[in-house]
């Protein structure tokens, strides 16, 4: 098992630990309480990973999405192409992010099948997770936390559910070049027509090669934003063709500018979840196939 890593801020009003998962393989989990009635407000953008959130106190998740505003107890996320906001008082979670690698044999649906806003994970593993959520509520610890959350997930996961090959291995060149693989010879490297490879990653990770490399190639910018950098600077060392190439992607999957970014993603519990998952998630870590 991971080792846990606590990270108290009492003028935030937030408690954090977190560490690697072991299951399944590149998962990772962290977790958060609300400890001085701060108040949950995050502003998400895409991430290239799968994002589960279970929340386990008392009022549950206030969702605004593609799909409008719903009340929710715990979600799944894809790899979304807009914003969205989530919301809740005094608000307990264990989070959980999987490369879409593994998500398609955890889920028991392929990343495609999410859409574009958040599934309700009863909705995904039916009256399973209300016991889980109630485990968590009454469970002192956060080690003990994240134990029962990786054997609930074990206990989904069907290892025969795995993508292609040859999708497995264009992602892993999309997530280790940090989206800046070239596209174009991608399907015949893998020995694959272009309309196939096409049509499988879409259907098996949820975004066609040349979206996710955006996307990848986006969180790598993000890093580069919100450690301070000149976003001329970070556009150049992304691969983007120039800064205002930049603005766009970040306006399309964050739906904000590189300006503003900092200021509206980094509140007191958005500082702490980004550096929780910069130590415990890594694109390396998470995105290899069985």
């Not at 279970?54 to 192409?81: C, H, K, M, N, W």
């Not at 990848?216 to 976003?231: E, H, K, N, Y």
Request: a neutral charge.
């Amino acid at each position: 098992m991971g080792t846990e890593d606590s990270d108290r801020d009492s003028d935030a009003g937030w408690d954090f630990a977190g560490r690697a998962g072991t299951v399944p393989p590149g998962a990772a989990i962290i977790g958060y309480r609300d400890v001085r009635d701060a108040g949950l407000d995050l502003r998400v953008a895409g991430t290239a990973a799968i994002t589960v959130l279970i929340e386990f106190g008392d009022g549950g998740l206030i969702v605004d999405d593609a799909l409008g505003r719903r009340t929710l107890g715990g979600f799944a996320v894809g790899l979304p192409l807009e914003s969205m906001r989530v919301r809740g008082e005094r608000a307990e979670c264990i989070e959980v992010r999987l490369s879409p690698i593994q998500a398609y044999s955890v889920l028991g649906v392929s990343p495609t099948e999410l859409g574009r806003g958040v599934v309700a994970l009863e909705d995904l593993w039916g009256v399973r997770v209300r016991r889980l959520r109630e485990q968590l509520a009454s469970t002192g610890t956060w080690d003990d936390r994240f134990a029962l959350t990786e054997s609930f997930l074990a206990q989904c996961d069907k290892p025969m559910r795995t993508p292609d090959p040859e999708v497995v291995e264009g992602w892993n060149r999309i997530v280790a070049s940090r989206g800046q693989v070239r596209i174009g010879g991608l399907a015949e490297s893998l020995g694959w027509s272009h309309k196939r490879l096409w049509a499988r990653f879409e259907s098996q990770i949820g975004l066609t090669p040349k979206r996710a490399a955006m996307l990848v190639r986006f969180r790598s910018a993000v890093d580069g934003l919100l450690a301070g950098r000149p976003a001329a600077d970070v556009a150049m060392e992304c691969g983007y063709t120039d800064q205002a190439h930049l603005c766009r992607d970040v306006s399309l999957f964050a739906d904000r500018t590189p300006g503003s970014l900092t200021a509206h993603y980094t509140p007191a519990i958005a500082r702490h979840r980004y550096r929780a998952w910069g130590r415990f998630f890594q694109y390396d870590a998470g995105s290899r196939g069985r």
